[in-house]
């Protein structure tokens, strides 16, 4: 039976109000301060001037030696809610909601994978196995998610 893709979740409170987290988080080019594959962001075309839902942009990405790009479209966009953005070459849809807490923000990273497409397959046996992969991934998440916290809660976010 052939490997089914996992869907991944992280989660991180952050103290600070929704609209402290998403003036961080609305902006995709600044994710790759934050993660760990993600090396630079392109807006395209009239995106330059801001993100909103229909922005498409070109990810940088680096996993160890292997360098690919992909191509993205922001599917959703609600303002101190959720912003998720659909990659062309994986069909995966990546995305962060927002909800308000006692203690600030809770911050839900999420990465689904309906199936894999062909240039996923192609792409798995470099990446070392789906698995493999998505267990870096899942960590990637979480480093990312302590970047943004640190960042939002530190002297400067505030």
């Known amino acids: 039976m052939a490997e089914q893709p996992a869907e991944l979740t992280a989660s991180i409170t952050i103290d600070a109000t929704p609209a402290q987290v998403w003036s961080v988080l609305s902006d995709v080019t600044r994710m790759p301060e934050f993660s760990p594959e993600l090396q630079k962001?392109?807006?395209l075309g009239a995106a330059?001037?801001?993100?909103?839902?229909?922005?498409?942009?070109?990810g940088l990405n680096r996993r160890q030696w292997l360098w690919w790009p992909t191509t993205s479209k922001v599917v959703r966009f609600e303002p101190e809610r959720e912003i998720a953005w659909k990659t062309q070459e994986s069909g995966a849809t990546w995305?962060?909601?927002?909800?308000?807490?006692?203690?600030?923000?809770?911050?839900?990273?999420?990465?689904?994978?309906p199936a894999y497409t062909i240039g996923s397959k192609l792409m798995t046996p470099l990446m070392g196995g789906a698995a493999n992969h998505d267990t870096e991934l899942g960590e990637g998440m979480r480093v990312t998610l302590e970047r943004i916290r640190t960042v939002i809660e530190g002297p400067a976010g505030k």
Do not use: C, M, N, W
Request: a positive charge; charged letters at 30%.
């Open 41 to 43: 962001v392109i807006r």
């Open 48 to 58: 330059k001037d801001g993100i909103r839902q229909g922005t498409r942009f070109i």
């Open 95 to 113: 995305s962060y909601r927002l909800a308000p807490t006692s203690g600030g923000t809770e911050v839900t990273s999420r990465r689904e994978l």
